[in-house]
């Protein structure tokens, strides 16, 4: 594949896309910064970025520079919520163009973000560090599942090589988002627009009594405070702990609206359906294997967590995994490290 402007126009976070912005001159225009504003407001409010369609040059250029512009107006809105709002877009604006790309274009693109990738015919690798820092917090990604061949993760499949560059695409979109900088007037102009125009999201976030939550849960609630995309399996466990800790639907739905995805009606239907269903709440191992558990609390399950009791085994587990740096939690990858040891689980119990 020629890495050419049609390419950085679909991957335009890329390291050389800015270098081929460099080595083109490409100025903000009017025209770019007018396009990077509908890029972040498509983003932001929409939740969907538009696909560009192909075959005419100079678009492209304006696809490239569009993405510089609207970075530069997310940054100066300094809002973790709008900019995962604006990672989790271009991350499936991506992804969408990935899913079109040949086995060999897929392994360029991810190569280029920086992946140790490589196979072909369907089937790829990708180095166990890479793999690591990129799979989501799901039991189909936990390495213990995983085909590990000399430091390598094999056999991985079409969909799972694109999932993991669209984390990395996420991750690298929101890296340097909200840094100071100086820009120009007119891009200043229409970030002051942006911020009138989009919602208030953040200030819907509501404040619930959590400090005897155990950590698991503390790490979910944090995670959402600042927009962070929370997997299917963790968002059905917060929702049956809250549930079960009393908390109503109305607030619950409150909780989950600072999700980079939120829909209000869809997360609606899906509290009550729980909520009627009256699903259990998963067990420590559960949440270990779906890989949120984050420290190892001898309570068997969350709902058993008393501070009193049990709060000295999880700060002294997550103390060990900082120091470690092997645990329950990496923080970059959202994988898990050390497996629960379901002995301690057994222990004492609240
Ligand atoms: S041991 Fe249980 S309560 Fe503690 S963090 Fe893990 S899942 Fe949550």
Not at 49 to 67: K, M, Q, W
Not at 290 to 302: E, K, N
């Amino acid at each position: 594949m020629v890495l050419d402007s049609e390419f950085f126009a679909r991957y335009p976070f890329l390291p050389q896309s800015k270098e081929y912005v460099i080595s083109r001159k490409l100025e903000l225009t009017p025209e770019f910064v007018e396009a990077g504003f509908s890029r972040a407001q498509a983003a932001i409010v929409e939740g969907k970025l538009p696909l560009f369609a192909r075959g005419v040059n100079t678009a492209y250029d304006r696809e490239i520079a569009s993405y510089s512009a609207c970075r530069m107006m997310v940054s100066l809105l300094n809002s973790s919520y709008f900019s995962n709002r604006l990672a989790v877009a271009e991350s499936k604006r991506a992804s969408a163009y990935l899913e079109r790309e040949k086995d060999a274009d897929l392994l360029v693109a991810a190569q280029s973000i920086g992946i140790d990738a490589a196979g072909a015919n369907g089937a790829f690798q990708v180095g166990m560090a890479d793999y690591l820092r990129y799979t989501p917090r799901d039991v189909h990604y936990k390495l213990v599942n995983a085909n590990l061949v000399k430091g390598k993760v094999a056999g991985l499949t079409r969909e799972k090589l694109i999932r993991i560059i669209e984390e990395a695409v996420k991750k690298r979109v929101i890296a340097g988002l909200g840094a100071k900088g100086e820009y120009p007037s007119l891009v200043k102009e229409y970030s002051k627009k942006l911020s009138q125009i989009l919602p208030k999201a953040e200030q819907g976030v509501i404040q619930i009594a959590s400090e005897n939550y155990p950590p698991c849960i503390k790490k979910l609630l944090s995670d959402l405070a600042i927009s962070e995309n929370l997997p299917h399996s963790a968002r059905v466990a917060l929702a049956i702990y809250l549930i079960k800790a009393g908390v109503d639907d109305a607030k619950i739905v409150k909780l989950f609206s600072t999700a980079p995805d939120f829909n209000e009606g869809t997360t609606k239907y899906q509290v009550e359906y729980i909520r009627k269903k009256e699903y259990s709440m998963p067990s420590c191992a559960t949440m270990d294997s779906w890989g949120i558990c984050v420290a190892t609390c001898r309570c068997f399950s969350p709902l058993k967590f008393n501070p009193k009791i049990h709060g000295r085994y999880a700060e002294e587990s997550m103390r060990q995994a900082k120091e470690t740096g092997y645990g329950h939690q990496d923080e970059e990858s959202g994988a898990t490290g050390a497996g629960k040891q379901e002995d301690s689980e057994k222990g004492e119990q609240g």
